[in-house]
């Protein structure tokens, strides 16, 4: 499969700061992608990289085959960004902006005005249209944002972080709406905190942290990889402590009870042996697999928030 865009060897200094430390992987076309990693793990660095909004201190980026610095005209048709920053115009209406954006890229006609009318609609935009974005909630601006990167029918759709502080029917809409661009064969390129997102949309994933990447597969590969499964504890009020094996195990605890991990190679026989001999009151216990934010935490130490 060709790639939709290739990082080669690039790096951002400012000044002795080492935002970027010699990135290299590709995008398949057609995939959707997450760029996952705690704060200042330099994926917005990597993502305005991508955009022309700041230029490498050295490497290459390239969409579709064309370098981003050398041929920005043309990658900047192919890319479509929505920002983490929310916007605020006060001078035009959304179907304005959206008129405004189609031009910046020469685009116009009937079917240009049959997409905006489309993209309107698909983002529960269409009784808003004429409102200007000062009057418009968090959420409705993250949609107008969304269709601006749209409007353009780019090839390769990047989402920095489009569902923070979102409400739930709205971060459920964008994804739908996601899914179906990603359908029809759009690449998209996802950040987000929200890592549940991330391992039920993402079919590839780069983890990042201090300006470099420390893991990079497929969504199934990092979380078949990982060497712990997860043994959730549901106990009674008047239990005992845990024993030393116990507490060597515990990732987190409640009221109600404890979650531990588990070695892949240690019989869930093990684990109840361990449990009886502590003598803890046990309601019921449940095992799984890890999660995508448990392979996140076990490679970069950092907690989810």
Request: with cysteine; aromatic share 6%.
């Amino acid at each position: 499969m060709s790639s939709a865009v290739q990082f080669q060897q690039v790096a951002k200094q400012y000044g002795d700061f080492e935002a970027l430390k010699g990135i290299s992987f590709e995008v398949e076309e057609g995939s959707f992608f997450g760029l996952l990693g705690p704060n200042g793990a330099g994926k917005s660095t990597l993502i305005n990289a991508m955009s022309g909004l700041l230029v490498p201190s050295s490497g290459s980026i390239k969409v579709h085959g064309h370098d981003v610095v050398q041929d920005y005209r043309k990658t900047r048709r192919l890319l479509g960004l929505v920002p983490q920053e929310l916007i605020s115009d006060p001078f035009f209406n959304i179907r304005q902006l959206l008129e405004l954006q189609s031009g910046y890229f020469g685009i116009k006609g009937k079917s240009q005005k049959l997409w905006i009318d489309e993209l309107l609609e698909r983002l529960a935009l269409a009784d808003k249209a004429e409102s200007i974005t000062n009057e418009l909630s968090g959420g409705m601006k993250r949609r107008v944002l969304i269709a601006m990167a749209l409007v353009h029918k780019p090839q390769v759709l990047v989402l920095d972080e489009p569902t923070a502080g979102v409400d739930v029917d709205l971060r459920h809409t964008l994804w739908e709406f996601a899914k179906e661009l990603h359908q029809k064969g759009h690449t998209i390129i996802l950040t987000t905190h929200y890592l549940d997102e991330a391992e039920a949309l993402c079919e590839k994933v780069a983890i990042m942290q201090r300006g470099e990447v420390k893991a990079l597969d497929t969504t199934d590969e990092l979380l078949s990889s990982h060497p712990f499964r997860y043994v959730r504890v549901s106990v009674d009020e008047e239990s005992a402590p845990l024993n030393d094996q116990l507490q060597s195990r515990l990732v987190e605890s409640d009221a109600s009870g404890y979650l531990f991990k588990l070695e892949k190679d240690m019989g869930m026989s093990d684990m109840l042996g361990m449990i009886h001999q502590s003598g803890i009151s046990v309601k019921d216990i449940r095992s799984r697999d890890a999660s995508l934010e448990e392979v996140f935490m076990e490679l970069t130490g950092a907690a989810q928030g």
